[in-house]
């Protein structure tokens, strides 16, 4: 670490798994952060079996999405049913700032690792405690992942289309909007806790954390009474709306019309510039009327044209449009090159492996993405000997006892 790490100095105890609590982490641990990752390797992360797999193969050392959500951490495997492990969770506890975690409300009270225990050991420590549905109320054992959280939080009655089931957001939705709330409100604990020496307990509900994102829909049935339901890829404020066909088999355009000036911009692009002036287009009522035909006027330009010549012209009259890339082609985006989004960490077997860099940047305090990938007890030594001043002797008899695994 040096002088330009933000965090530099700032200790944390990560118990957290899967996505929306370790790439809470993984941001602050961009910054500087000394984060300890606690696994075992009879109960590791279940984010290790779900893919990208390096090299196309499953395995618990292969996992691109585990890899990217825990860069920049220092691995330590411990066996929690094991009475010596507590004694160096307990140990760790103490040299840090912050411990956190993200299972179900009881399992921490289970292990006597509550904040209510911690602070016993600790008075001063920061507890973030991150689940599905916050630590009490009548659905706080409730247990899951993302997926469920967005279903219970109201996410699947308006995604989708109006002909079919509900279909809900794209994978573990919440898992991708708390992680942001959970490092906010870590930094927040910190600063309260360096002007005033006080700890607390962060009680964070990844499905409360995504309900701004249902904002509008929420303000239209508490004022209207009204229960918005699936539109496809239509908009009920903007037309034309939509994702279309571009020249080429599975290539696709989104393009969103948002006020009269953006009609008219499209209007010119598409060779079409009489339509400007077309009564049965003047404004957005009339456009919204008109959907199906407008769909089919746009399609027959966008099947002309290749998807990213079409965006770019589109963008360059000021038209809100975004060719639909492949993975390759957003690995490829000159756009992200530019800005070091991909990272290459080496890797003990594989060579390399490749992560996602900080999605911000500070001028004076930049984040970086250092160490190797964080392979199953990779750290353990450095933190037991380094961190925590034991002997080898004391190592050795945690080794013995099958504690480090």
Not at 304 to 332: G, K
Request: proline share 6%; charged share 20%; net charge negative.
């Amino acid at each position: 670490m040096t002088h330009t790490d933000a965090l530099a100095g700032v200790k944390i105890l990560d118990f957290m798994w899967a996505i929306a609590g370790p790439a809470s982490t993984r941001i602050l641990a961009d910054y500087g952060a000394t984060v300890v990752r606690l696994e075992s390797t009879t109960r590791f992360d279940a984010v290790r079996t779900v893919g990208p797999f390096q090299g196309g193969k499953p395995g618990l050392e292969n996992a691109g999405l585990f890899y990217n959500m825990n860069a920049g951490k220092l691995p330590v495997t411990l066996d929690l049913s094991k009475p010596a492990a507590r004694e160096v969770v307990l140990d760790l506890v103490r040299w840090a700032d912050v411990v956190t975690e993200s299972f179900s409300p009881k399992t921490m009270r289970a292990w006597g690792l509550d904040y209510a225990s911690l602070r016993q050991i600790k008075p001063d420590i920061i507890m973030l405690s991150t689940c599905l549905m916050g630590q009490t109320g009548p659905r706080a054992k409730f247990a899951g992942f993302g997926n469920l959280a967005a279903a219970i939080s109201g996410f699947f009655h308006p995604t989708g289309w109006p002909d079919r089931p509900p279909a809900g957001p794209f994978g573990a939705y919440t898992d991708y909007i708390a992680p942001w709330y959970n490092a906010t409100a870590v930094m927040a604990a910190l600063t309260h806790k360096h002007h005033t020496g006080e700890g607390q307990h962060i009680d964070l509900s990844q499905a409360e954390a995504a309900l701004q994102f249902l904002g509008p829909a929420l303000l239209d049935c508490t004022v209207n009474g009204r229960i918005q339901g699936p539109a496809g890829n239509r908009d009920r404020n903007f037309a034309p709306h939509g994702v279309y066909p571009a020249r080429g088999q599975d290539r696709w355009i989104a393009i969103a019309v948002e006020n009269d000036r953006q009609w008219q911009a499209l209007c010119r692009v598409i060779g079409r510039p009489e339509l400007a002036d077309d009564a049965r287009y003047a404004d957005q009522a009339a456009r919204l009327a008109r959907q199906e035909e407008l769909d089919e006027l746009l399609a027959d330009w966008t099947r002309q044209h290749d998807m990213l010549e079409a965006e770019t012209r589109l963008q360059a009259d000021q038209v809100p449009a975004s060719a639909l890339r492949s993975i390759r082609e957003l690995y490829d985006d000159p756009q992200l090159q530019q800005r070091q989004h991909f990272v290459e960490l080496s890797h003990p077997t594989h060579g390399t492996t490749t992560v996602e860099g900080s999605r911000f940047k500070f001028s004076r305090t930049p984040a970086r993405v250092e160490g190797a990938a964080p392979t199953l007890g990779r750290a353990n030594a450095y933190v037991l000997e380094t961190l925590l001043g034991y002997s080898q002797e004391r190592i050795t008899e945690l080794v013995a006892a099958g504690v480090l695994e």
